[in-house]
């Protein structure tokens, strides 16, 4: 079957996209790139000769339509999606056009924002005995959220969440986590343009996010971590222990220490 290659160009650095990724990149005969979100310097690795497209001003059946008629005509497709293509990617809506014209694809993953941003502020986003789970998910703005994935009930676990496409959505945030019991001095912090030159960090609390947001002209491009793994003096404190690295504790690769 023919195929089309869905890559992952990682969260804007050019150096965070895949071995493999690269690789297609680098030999594809036609690229398709988020022009709003991919960096140009990465694109630039493509061969010489390659058309290359931008997809921001395209209509999906658009798209679609060119990738069809390249593959057809015996290219080599990529389409280089931002982060990771399976985190708000849109590529469910591309590969159903593109079955119904027996063309097939191969998804390379990328480094997504959320652990980008999660690497520029130096954090563990699952701390032992604190939170040992992570929730991807975005605010409810203009895009609906299905009944059961209201922010509120997520918020119910007290784990850390991470808000994709949320920032223009801060007071409606602040409104649920609170309503979730969450404490005003939870930590939160937010990370615009995580791996970009210009990567602003802003480290707040659940109750000042809306305000630092503001004062920091924070409109988008940005993720939301919130929860107290992002405790901006947890490395200072040596109150959480993994159980992998306890001398005490067996496993497959190490004999416990007997007390
Ligand atoms: C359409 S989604 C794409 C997410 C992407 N697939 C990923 O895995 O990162 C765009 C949202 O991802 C987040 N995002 C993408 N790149 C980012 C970056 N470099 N730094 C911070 N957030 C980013 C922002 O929340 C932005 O609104």
Known sequence: MKKIYIVGAGPGDPDLITVKGLHILQTADVVL??????????????????????????????????????????????????????????????????KKEEIGYEVIPGVSSVFASAAAIGAELTIPDLTQTLILTRAEGRTPVPEFEKLKDLASHHCTIALFLSA???????????????????????????????????RTTLVNLDEDMRKNGIRKHAMILAGWALDPTIHEKDEYRSKLYDASFTHGFRKGIKP
């Open 168 to 202: 223009t959505l801060t007071k409606k945030i602040v409104k649920e986590l609170q309503a979730a019991g969450w404490k005003d001095e939870t930590p939160v912090a937010v990370i615009q343009r995580a791996s970009w030159p210009d990567q602003k960090i802003v």
């Open 33 to 98: 790139y988020t022009d709003s979100l991919v960096n140009e310097e990465l694109i630039a690795k493509a061969k010489p000769e390659a058309e290359v497209l931008k997809t921001a001003g395209m209509h999906l059946e658009e798209m679609v339509n060119v990738m069809v008629e390249r593959v057809n005509a015996g290219k080599m497709v990529a389409r280089i999606h931002t982060g990771d293509p399976a985190m708000y990617g849109a590529i469910m809506e591309q590969i159903v056009l593109l």
